[in-house]
């Protein structure tokens, strides 16, 4: 089956583009151009990058390479996707694959050469499963009129009973006409910590007001929210959270606040008075996607937290590199040591599931188990006690 996408080729090589254009053309049934080099890459991306979808990037390039062009393109908004495809080492193919993805831009993976056919489809089948970014605008402090603030739910499930024990909330978008948007325009559109603290403790009251419905279970799960470190930084904050609890009559230890270091406080002796005065009044504390950030560990060493996550792209990785997988398991025994809950998201796979088996963690999550849910729905899957097929 021939994908609809439209493919862009940059590469000085032209015995190169020539083969990727004949494995490209083979495939898709869109259009494929081709640019020399990173500037006419550009230019190309400049001029038509709303049709692109996929651009085939090589990174040892004259005058700007793989990595600036990345750079260039997260700038100016490209919303297609990448396959990066050079004849570097597997360390910088994993590193400049790395990179992209914290330039918030959509790489499908990173191919040596010689290009194989086989590979080239799966990144491509891949590519037509994730479309293109929405290109949702949002203005105002939080969404315009037209879209509705919805929180949906992931469960997580422990490996050692297989029972759904947490929720995690994901905000989403929900428009007038029932399409559902993820939430990076929100984020995106936001300036300031202040204003990000204002969205949070708007997300934190529909959370809460959902949680409350599903307080009185006797296997009532935890609710985790997602908290940047900078908003814990504003002096209100600590106590909002903790009246918006009383007001639901929510115990604070069904609450779980999940912390991310998107910008951290300049200030990190406020962050750590905050999440000291918050787990002195029972609300339980998460250190998100631990490794991934630069003061990760300071954190984990400053601050008084129940339960570390491991993102991912760490559950993807550890399947065919060894470095991952030990640190993965470095991640299960620290948390251990420390009396800590390990958590391991977006597992997709039976072979990622064993992985993290192995290595002992606590509770996982991810498509494999159940994709994100509306708050409709939980109910039900509460009554679930064991993981499907699992």
């Known amino acids: 089956m021939l994908h609809q996408l439209n493919c862009l080729i940059v590469d000085d090589d032209p015995m190169y583009v020539m083969v990727a254009d004949s494995i490209l053309s083979s495939l898709t049934s869109g259009s494929v151009s081709k640019a020399s080099n990173g500037s006419l890459g550009l230019e ?60 918030g831009i959509s790489v499908l993976g990173a191919l040596p050469k010689p290009l194989k056919i086989d590979a080239v489809a799966a990144a491509l089948q891949e590519a037509s499963r994730r479309g293109r970014r929405s290109s949702l605008r949002l203005v105002g402090n939080i969404v315009r009129d037209d879209f509705e603030l919805t929180p949906y739910y992931q469960p997580q499930y422990s490996l050692h009973s297989r029972k759904i024990v947490g929720l995690e909330s994901l905000v989403r978008l929900t428009a007038k006409d029932g399409l559902v948007h993820g939430p990076q325009q929100l984020f995106d559109s936001l300036t300031s910590p202040v204003e990000l603290a204002d969205v949070s403790q708007t997300i934190a009251k529909v959370v809460l007001s959902d949680a409350k419905a599903w307080s009185g279970r006797p296997d009532r799960p935890s609710v985790s929210i997602n908290l940047d470190a900078c908003v814990l930084e504003q002096p209100e904050i600590v106590t909002s959270i903790q009246t918006m609890a009383a007001d639901f009559g929510i115990d604070p230890a069904m609450i ?71 640190f993965l398991h470095a991640f299960a025994h620290l948390a251990r040591d420390l009396e800590l809950t390990s958590v391991a998201e977006g597992i997709e796979t039976e072979q990622e599931l064993a992985e993290v088996r192995a290595a002992g963690v606590d509770l996982v999550q991810g498509f494999l188990f159940s994709r994100p849910l509306p708050p409709s729905a939980i109910p039900a899957i509460l009554d679930q006690s064991w993981m499907a097929g699992k």
């Open 44 to 103: 190309a991306l400049r001029a038509g990058g709303s049709k692109l979808d996929v651009v085939l990037l090589d990174l040892n390039m004259p005058d700007i390479d793989g990595l600036g062009f990345m750079r260039a393109a997260s700038e100016v908004g490209f919303d297609g996707n990448i396959i990066i495809s050079s004849g570097e080492t597997p360390a910088v193919l994993r590193s400049a694959e790395a990179m992209g993805k914290m330039l």
């Open 256 to 326: 779980c606040l999940e912390v991310t270091e998107k910008s951290l406080p300049k200030e990190a002796s406020r962050l750590v008075e905050a999440l000291i005065r918050l787990r002195m009044v029972g609300f339980r504390l998460s250190l998100d996607d631990y490794g991934m950030g630069a003061s990760s560990f300071e954190l984990l060493r400053l601050c008084p937290f129940s339960e570390i996550k491991v993102d991912r792209s760490i559950v993807e990785a550890c399947i065919s590199d060894n470095v991952t997988r030990k």
